[in-house]
């Protein structure tokens, strides 16, 4: 892609980035009463992390782990949905992805685009770059609210796993870096619609079935708890 068209195309990302907010502003409300009512701490969570070319950036989140858990470095390299530091209503931001939305921020403020490697934290950046050749590529071109990893892998592998997690997004980044085009970009944000979509019908679907199950154990008919009472009949013979 040329300068001068990625330069348009960024400009466009912004300005359609600028409009989602808005449209999205109830979506936000509704997250800020269900975040701040059912944990302490901000609605948002903010992180220094490293952008184009290195430079480094204040990437936000919806909070949806406890406030300090970030002091904890492993959390910095791998955070599963079952670790006990992450809130009931973060569970489900994170599985559907929307912990991630304000960062359309950033997209306005010309520090993200909407597709690209997503922004990590400098300390797994580094130990990354130690373990995966040419993994500090991913600094050429501006980071992004998703790729086509985040669309194809769906969970992280555990701590011990991270190494090996990451060199198969990073394959996926690669191909993206080769190949970017506003083109592609369409298709993995198509993509991206798509997963969310099935997330959020696979979790409706999972709610309605444990009500079903609910119910259903309900109208069971508890088991009468008094004594049998047999009528013996005497033989007169």
């Known amino acids: ?5 990625l330069r348009g195309w960024m400009f466009v990302q912004r300005v359609i980035a600028a409009i989602s907010l808005v449209l999205l502003s109830p979506l936000f409300l509704i997250l800020w009463i269900l975040v701040r009512f059912t944990s302490r701490g901000p609605f948002l969570y903010t992180q220094s992390r490293p952008g184009l070319h290195g430079q480094p950036f204040k990437a936000f989140k919806i909070r949806t782990m406890r406030p300090g858990s970030d002091k904890d470095q492993s959390k910095a390299r791998c955070v599963l949905n079952s670790d006990p530091q992450v809130t009931k209503i973060g569970k489900i931001l994170r599985n559907l ?7 359309l921020w950033n997209v306005v403020r010309g520090e993200m685009a ?8 400098l300390s797994l950046y580094q130990e990354l770059c130690r373990e995966i050749p040419g993994f500090e590529e991913r600094l050429n071109v501006h980071p992004g609210l998703t790729n086509l990893g985040q669309v194809c892998i769906e969970e992280n592998l555990s701590q011990d796993r991270v190494v090996e997690d990451w060199k198969l997004r990073f394959e996926a980044e690669r191909h993206y870096f080769h190949h970017r085009s506003v083109a592609y970009d369409c298709v993995i944000i198509g993509l991206t619609v798509l997963y969310i979509l099935r997330k959020v019908v696979r979790s409706l679907h999972g709610c309605s079935r444990r009500r079903g199950v609910r119910k259903d154990s309900s109208q069971l ?11 013996l009949v005497t033989d007169p013979r």
């Open 97 to 103: 992805k929307l912990d991630e939305l304000p960062q």
């Open 1 to 5: 892609m040329s300068n001068r068209r």
């Open 114 to 121: 909407f597709v690209g490697p997503r922004p990590i934290a």
């Open 221 to 231: 008919k508890p088991v009468s708890k008094q004594p049998v009472q047999l009528d």
